[in-house]
């Protein structure tokens, strides 16, 4: 009981303090070190004026007058760089997968929870824009949304709703061939609703012109509500996310995507299957696992694959996403597995910013730092390769919606004394552990207590 009082207080305190922070600024001047554009060389010792949420000026310190009216961020020891866009993630709702498959009529809006520490996780890694969808344990399911994490509400926080339905391939209940049945059979159900709709539609406007039904009288008739997302779909109205587990259902997934507006979220296993998605001449977003062991039948050994490595080797363009846990949650990790397998450094940074934003159609918005631009942007502690780098601020649409020194789950998860060192700027929290602190400390009462 006491444990959930304390989460249910650490969860206040939270929201109180980040909200807190977020207090609207006209006018942001964030100095840098490093400014990293993504979309041009990095820029040493410069200024972001940010203005009504947008970067109005990018110059070097020494060629721009800061307004005095702007709230100052000092980085000038710091990096700068966009924050990371997450083109394809499932995490921050209450539920996991509907119980029921087919699905397309529900949205992921109605189980977000803002609350959810998968939100807040992703500020302090520097995410400002995620792309949620339905699981992959679906067949036809719901439609999803783009949200920054932060905000009260749904309302608050959603950047485009209705983003389009997701698909799977995955065989959960069976073989590969009978999710792949029920797929087709799902949309060939959609296809003759449609027809049907449409024929007495046509039966109607028939009769009216014939004089059996009054002209002044109007076909009043809509879809289903629950068949609409789906005809949009099938009609090419709306987008669909299809998941392919693995390079087995890519020839499938390709056949689907003739037919259909698809973008392809692709799961492991597909060294056999690079070559057909260069043909499919279409960027495709990766699932979190990017690195996995692959057993050779004849010499039994195993071989690393690196599923980003043999996209970019076939010249497949792709966008890296972020797990809801694990190692693969992290950007860095998924950054450093592209270079150790080979990739360089800009090609790893473009597939978490500027490559994901385009997928999403938000190109003119975020993944780059650039005139004109939200100023989506994250403050580290030094280059975004180095392990040891931290996020000490994020600003989303120029305002700051995280500061490390605050966030008080680490303050309550490192101790007081990693907070007194972060608001410092020193490294007491790593040469003295709370919990080392709190044993002196300790040892100390003891001491009183015997000579008393």
């Known amino acids: 009981m006491k444990s959930q009082l304390q989460h249910s207080l650490l969860v206040a305190a939270s929201a109180t303090l980040l909200l807190a922070a977020a207090t609207g600024q006209d006018l942001v001047a964030v100095k840098a070190k490093k400014l990293f554009t993504i979309s041009g060389p990095v820029r040493e010792d410069c200024v972001v004026l940010i203005e009504n949420g947008r970067i109005k000026q990018i110059e070097k310190s020494d060629a721009i ?52 520490t ?41 950047v485009a709703a209705n983003t389009g339905i997701k698909m799977s391939l995955l065989n959960q209940r069976g073989s590969r061939l009978q999710q792949i049945r029920q797929l087709r059979r799902a949309l060939a159900d959609v296809r003759e609703y449609i027809a049907d709709f449409d024929r007495r539609k046509a039966e109607f406007e028939k009769e009216q012109a014939a004089g059996a039904i009054p002209a002044d009288k109007k076909w009043t008739e809509e879809y289903d509500r629950t068949k609409k997302a789906a005809a949009d779909l099938v009609q090419k109205k709306a987008k669909g996310w299809l998941f392919v587990p693995s390079g087995a259902e890519v020839p499938e997934a390709l056949r689907l995507a003739a037919e259909l507006d698809l973008q392809i979220v692709l799961g492991r296993d597909i060294d056999e299957a690079a070559a057909r998605l260069a043909r499919f001449d279409q960027t495709v977003i990766l699932d979190d696992t990017i690195e996995y062991r692959e057993t050779d039948e004849e010499t039994k050994q195993q071989n690393k694959i690196c599923t980003a490595k043999l996209l970019a080797d076939a010249g497949v363009p792709f966008a890296l996403t972020l797990g809801e846990n694990g190692p693969t949650s992290y950007p860095w990790w998924q950054l450093g597995t592209c270079i150790r397998n080979g990739l360089s450094p800009r090609q790893a940074l473009e597939a978490l910013t500027v490559v994901p934003a385009r997928v999403l159609g938000l190109e003119g918005q975020v993944g780059t730092a650039e005139v004109g631009k939200l100023a989506n942007l994250q403050v580290l502690t030094g280059d975004p390769f180095e392990a040891t780098t931290w996020v000490e601020t994020v600003l989303l649409e ?39 602190d709190g044993d002196q400390k300790a040892g100390a009462k003891k001491d009183d207590e015997k000579k008393r």
């Open 398 to 436: 120029g305002t700051v919606v995280y500061e490390r020194s605050k966030d008080p789950r680490l303050q309550y998860l490192f101790g007081e004394e990693h907070d007194k060192a972060a608001k410092a700027g020193g490294p007491d929290d790593e040469e003295k552990p709370a919990a080392q």
């Open 118 to 158: 998968y939100f807040e996780d992703a500020l302090r890694n520097g995410v400002g824009t995620i792309h949620v969808m339905p699981g992959n344990n679906t067949l036809l399911g719901g439609s999803g949304m783009v949200v920054k994490p932060f905000g009260r509400t749904i309302e608050d926080m959603t």
């Open 65 to 116: 007058e800061i307004p005095w009216a702007a709230k100052v961020i000092d980085a000038s020891d710091k990096t700068v760089m966009p924050t990371w866009v997450i083109a394809h993630g499932t995490g921050g709702m209450r539920g996991g997968n509907e119980s029921m498959q087919n699905v397309p009529w529900l949205s992921v809006a109605d189980a977000i929870d803002p609350a959810s």
